[in-house]
């Protein structure tokens, strides 16, 4: 359990740094391709300016700077006749207003921009934003109308174009700053792009990158599931030998120590001159013998069945005929005073199966339910045809399975937990025995068992075969 334990936290530790690893180097993938996209529009940007100044022999802002020029002397009038400090400053909102919304809705940069772009094939659809730096009101003396937070702590002779924000210059691409002046007004702004489907070329350069990273994580989590599978069940493979060594041990060393004091026995003085005794010792050696010549042939046949086919003797039987038969003998045989009760509805089926195969196979049953019971057996056998198929339930009043060991009680050498420690008998192949039975005759063997509750076994054989 706790090697078990030690590997799969391994294996997920292990995943875990892998796909911390991809994350890692997916985001610096993803942030030196977002880097480039904003390089390649910041040059694309220039390129267009130049062109722009150098034909159209325009900045795309000459009918900003015709309203602002009418707009600021009489504001700038207004401005210097204005002694009350809330006036003032209402004032001066009134005026970074007029400018800002001059400047969004009157500049003919965004259009000369996206003409540009299209026609040398690349994307056109952009949104712009303006970022105001400085605004000044000049005549005699020079009113301070609005200044950035930057701007206003730069010394005076650094007052030129200033770098973006960080939360601006990390979304946008700055395409330049613009300074306008005149006998009026000073104004510094810069100008700002930002592509809404910049995130999906992103995506779309990276796509491939991330389905292999996306793809290497897939893969090396299967290949860790089905490594881990393997090690468990070559594990539980591992631990069935076991059992089954150990159980076979026991089971063989019965017969043999019997054996061996019987014989000792045997010669003994007061035995050799006593024939009841003597009768009664052989009898006990031959049983003995018995069990011990049945116990290696299961396990020769179990063998022998790993290499070849089941070569089926099949005979025409009736089979309700066969069932009373096979229970009467089992009743006399080793059914240990268990009450068993048969309730069959063949309609007089005949059916083609090995008898003695068969007839192995209602004895392993009946023989669990008699081991595995911890109070008197109480047996039920209910027989009757269901789809063309000879169905037979086999049903207890013992210690039940539990729903894990349900999945593997046909395994060969498996035995629930509490026969590892002996508590019955066995050595983990009657259930194997039955299933290999069934499946030979074409059919099929399933369980319902409620631990506490007894157990429900139901063969299904078909008819026709």
Known sequence: MKKRNTVLLLGIVSIIILISVQIFIIRSVWKQKDEMFSLRYTMRSQEALNMINRRMRTDGFDTVRFLLGRYSERANLELHTIKDEKELAAKKKDILDYFTKVVNQEQDLSGLLSSYFERRGFEKNFKFSIVINNLEMISTDTIIVYQSEGFANRRPSDRGPRPAPPEISKEKILVN??????????????????????????????????????????????????????????????NLKTDFINNMTHELKTPLSTITVAGKTLEMVQIRTNEEKILETAKLIGKQSVHLNQLINMILEISMWERTQFQLDKKTVDIEELMNDVVESFKSGGGNGSTITQKYNF???????????FTTLVNNLLSNAVKYSDKDPVIDIEGFIADNNISLKVSDNGIGISKNDQKHVFDKF???????????????????????????????????????????FTVTLPINQ
């Open 177 to 238: 700053w613009f300074r306008m002046e005149d006998n009026n007004y000073r104004f510094l702004f810069e100008y700002f792009i930002d592509f809404s489907d910049k995130q999906k070329v992103i995506l779309k350069e990276t796509a491939a990158y991330l389905a292999m990273s996306g793809f290497s994580i897939i893969v090396v989590v299967i290949i860790f599931m089905f490594t881990y599978r393997n090690l468990m069940e070559e594990k539980r493979l591992s």
């Open 347 to 357: 309609c007089g089926a005949k059916v083609d199966l090995d008898v003695v195969y």
């Open 414 to 456: 498996y035995r629930a937990s509490t026969g590892n420690i002996h508590k019955f008998k066995g050595l983990g192949l009657g259930l194997y025995y039955v299933k290999k039975i069934a499946e030979a005759h074409g059919g099929d063997v399933t369980v319902s068992s409620k631990p506490g509750k007894g157990s429900t």
